[in-house]
């Protein structure tokens, strides 16, 4: 089998770098790389060509469309049996390849979804996102820890579809608003088998602050409702954990600063809930830092997707 890894980037030489050096190390090397410029002014060819002669890579520069349509434009450059799409912020473990052409023949897979975790030299506040995007405690639960892999709905950091997905569905058709998710309902509606491949993880460097990863929570939860256009489906119950999550913070803080009132059970569900946090993520990272981080990052990502979803269902509503 031979591989298509699809690469959009957008301002991003270093770390695009990083991931190129990554791919060095794949113990299974059949795979070219092709790597789309989204119309970035800190253009990253000078780091393409230092890899010419150790990669088979490729690279194009387009005017800025959305990593979405970027990802199209590489797929319909591809020449691969199966195209695999990351984005730049991530590594790539050295079995990567490996495991994942394993499991698409041994499992028939048309398409694929990764996980990501954190790097043991990634900074506590990289492990502490993590934490907040990929644990149990918070909305990070569905992604990459399902008991039915089939269920899995695969994000455009890591997934992949074969040739023949492509050609017959096409690509994402919005350019950065839950794209990856659509394409995912999309793929399973047409009867390709579209599974979680838990081994094929890749560690995701987000670079974020509290303040951008906030924003990024909220717009995940606008993202759920877009998707709904398409799919009236796509939000279920635990997409709304979130909000209800919000909104009971809000009832919390209402009681304590206009009513005056101590709500006890509030108060009891709260801290059972950030003791769970914090332990845990203490004892996965081996660090009380992070997971007093990985408290603040829980709530944040918990309450940003909540309002983020709250907003954009008023304003679909609004809209009729």
């Known amino acids: 089998m031979f591989f298509s890894c699809i690469i959009p980037v957008y301002n991003r030489p270093g770390e695009l770098k990083d991931l190129l050096s990554s791919l060095l190390s794949q113990t299974y090397t059949q795979f070219e790389v092709l790597v789309v410029e989204d119309g970035s002014t800190l253009r990253c060819d000078e780091v393409v060509a230092s890899f010419n002669q150790d990669l088979s890579i ?4 387009q005017e800025n469309t959305g990593q979405g349509f970027a990802r199209n434009f590489g797929m319909q450059q591809a020449k691969g049996d199966f195209f695999v799409i990351l984005d730049s ?29 954190a790097a043991s030299d990634f900074s506590p506040l990289q492990k502490a996102m993590d ?85 990024q929570g909220f717009s995940f939860g ?27 913070l809000i009832t919390l803080a209402v009681n304590l600063l206009f009513i005056h009132l101590l709500p006890i059970p509030h108060l009891l569900i709260l801290g059972v809930w950030a003791s769970l946090v914090l332990a845990q993520s203490t004892w996965q990272y081996r660090s009380p830092i992070v ?21 954009e269902l008023a304003i679909k509503w609004t809209k009729g």
């Open 89 to 117: 912020d991530v590594l790539l473990p050295p079995t990567y390849f490996e495991y994942l052409q394993e499991a698409i023949q041994s499992r028939s897979l048309g398409a694929f979804g990764g996980p990501d975790a």
């Open 222 to 248: 606008r993202n759920r409702v877009n998707v709904s256009r398409f799919h009236p489906e796509a939000i279920k119950l635990v997409h709304a954990l979130p909000s209800f999550f919000l909104l009971f």
């Open 131 to 215: 934490f907040a995007m990929t644990s149990f405690w918070t909305t990070g639960g569905i992604r990459g820890k399902l008991k039915n892999p089939a269920a899995y709905q695969a994000r455009g950091f890591n997934m992949g579809v074969s040739r023949e997905v492509f050609a017959r569905l096409g690509g994402f058709v919005d350019p950065n608003r839950g794209e990856d998710i659509e394409w995912s309902i999309r793929i399973k509606k047409a009867g390709f088998r579209l599974e979680l491949v838990s081994e094929a993880f890749v560690y995701h460097k987000r670079k974020n602050t509290l303040w951008s990863f906030a924003k």
């Open 291 to 311: 997971g007093i981080l990985a408290l603040c990052t829980s709530l944040i990502q918990l309450s940003g997707y909540g309002m983020g979803l709250l907003l």
């Open 58 to 61: 490729r690279y194009f520069y």
